[in-house]
Structure formats: structure tokens, C-alpha cells
């Protein structure tokens, strides 16, 4: 009698310990936090609310923050295929990290043509342009990364 064997190999995330030293972790951190610095700035000046601009800027320094802090807190649990199974966090990254840098791209561009002359502004541009830069660079890591896997897997199908 012979007894068959089953074998399930299951994808997941890396671990806690080795995603929070990894270069995504890295740059989320660091989005996060010029990011909150961004929106605490704007949201002490009290031109914020006569200045649609300005709301703008806010409105994509806040979701952006809040969103990378979701998407950090679920890949440091190491939940994300318990929260989206069918979902490729690695497009994922991509897609998230290039429309926030074209966010805040446009929101930095906004901030700079608003400021008034107010140190505070002034300040909130040039963290809303140092989070652009980390947002630009994680989108060219993912860039990089996709590119990669797509590699290995086309060299995984013409191997077999």
C-alpha cells in the first residue's frame, strides 16, 4: 500500500524581524516620518483654512501617511496574506509608492507656489519635497524589485 504524500508550500512575507531591517521598512519609516512632520506643520499654521492649496497638501500628506503606516503595521505583523490573499504585494508597493510620489509630487509644486513668505510654509514644503524624494526612490526600489522577479520568473518558465 503506498501512501501518497502532499506537500503545500505556502508564499509569505518576510518575517517580522527581517522586514523591519529591510530596505521597504526603511523607507516607509522614513516616509512616515517626514510626512507627519510635513502635516504637523501645516496643521499649526492657521492658513489652512482659507487656503484650498493648502488642504490639499494636508489632504495628501495625511492620507499617505495614514496608508503607509496601514501597510507598514500589516507587513510587520506579516498579515498581508491573511488580509488579501489574492493580492501581489509587490505590485502593490509599486502601484501605491509611484501614485504617492505623484501626489506629493504635485502637493510639493502646490506648497512651493503658496508659501507667502511664512518660515512655517516654507518649512512644510521642503519636508513635503524631502517625502516626495523617499517616496521616488521606494518607487524606483519597487520598480527594481518587480523587474527582478519578473527576470526569475521567466527564466523559472523557460527551465521547465
Request: proline share 2%.
Amino acid at each position: 500500500m503506498e501512501t501518497e504524500s502532499t506537500s503545500t508550500t505556502t508564499t509569505t512575507a518576510v518575517p517580522t524581524k527581517q522586514y523591519l531591517f529591510s530596505p521597504q521598512a526603511s523607507f516607509q519609516i522614513w516616509e512616515m516620518i517626514f510626512g507627519l512632520i510635513c502635516w504637523a506643520i501645516i496643521a499649526s499654521h492657521t492658513l489652512l483654512q482659507s487656503s484650498p492649496a493648502w488642504q490639499f497638501v494636508m489632504f495628501v500628506s495625511v492620507s499617505s501617511w495614514s496608508l503607509t503606516l496601514i501597510r507598514f503595521v500589516i507587513c510587520l505583523a506579516d498579515v498581508n496574506d491573511k488580509v488579501c490573499p489574492g493580492l501581489s504585494w509587490k505590485n502593490n508597493e509599486l502601484i501605491f509608492n509611484g501614485f504617492s510620489t505623484l501626489l506629493y509630487f504635485i502637493a510639493s509644486c502646490v506648497a512651493a507656489a503658496y508659501t507667502g513668505g511664512f518660515s512655517r510654509l516654507i518649512a512644510a514644503t521642503v519636508f513635503a519635497c524631502f517625502t516626495t524624494m523617499v517616496y521616488t526612490v521606494h518607487t524606483a526600489l519597487a520598480i527594481r524589485d518587480n523587474k527582478v522577479n519578473s527576470a526569475v520568473g521567466v527564466i523559472r518558465e523557460t527551465e521547465q
